[in-house]
Structures are given as C-alpha cells and as structure tokens.
Nanobody, 129 residues
C-alpha cells in the first residue's frame, strides 16, 4: 500500500524560508520519480520540482535558484527547501509519486485527482507581503 504524507506548510513573511517534507510509505525510490506540485486559488495544478530514480532534478522557471528538492532514502522522505519566498508562491503544495516517464507536466487541471500515480493530501503555504 502506498501512502504519501506532506508536512511543513505554514504562514511566512515574504523573503522567508520554509522546508516541506513528504514521507512515502510503500514506495521504492529506485523505481519512481518523486515530485512537488502546487495549486493556487483560480489556477491549475503546476509542477514545481521533481527528482527521478537517478537523482536528476527539474525546476519550473519561477522557482529556479530559490527552491531545492532532495530525498533521503534512509528516511524514505522527499524535501522541498524554499528560500526567498514571494507572495506568488502561496498555494497548496502536494507530493506525488509516478513511474519513470509517466510524470504529468502540462494541462494538469486539479492536483490530487490525476490518474496513474499517488498523491498526498497537500499542505498550505501562505506568503504574506
């Protein structure tokens, strides 16, 4: 059974930092890609960052240089370190797991309900100006 649980979301001031965690049960990091998505009110789901089974990483342009994705195999946990936060980073952040080459990247609609992978429940990040 696969279960993903996010934690670490809270309210912070612009320019601040936050680290999100995703603990994955029943997932073999050697066989999947792990990803962070986010969805703000009125917007569609957006892929923020991912890390594959070889350690290759991806970042959407708006977070490059500010966010860092990492994983700890011993703890079966994926992290998203967020620095220099901006009000436009405000969203619900979701952890997801997909088989290699199956990670959805465009036209996502609503986070959490996309087929073919596993999703956490989401954690709220609010950045105040």
């Amino acid at each position: 059974e696969v279960q993903l649980v996010e934690s670490g979301g809270t309210s912070v001031q612009a320019g601040g930092s936050l680290r999100l965690s995703c603990t994955a049960s029943g997932v073999n990091f050697d066989e999947v890609e792990m990803a962070w998505y986010r969805q703000a009110p009125g917007n569609e789901c957006e892929l923020v960052s991912s890390i594959d089974n070889d350690g290759n990483t991806y970042y959407t342009d708006s977070v490059k240089g500010r966010f860092t994705i990492s994983q700890d195999n011993a703890k079966n946990t994926v992290y998203l370190q967020m620095n220099s936060l901006k009000p436009e980073d405000t969203a619900v952040y979701y952890c997801a797991s997909y088989l290699p080459l199956r990670l959805p990247v465009d036209g996502l609609g609503t986070c959490g309900g996309l087929p073919g992978g596993y999703w956490g429940q989401g954690t709220q990040v609010t950045v105040s100006s």
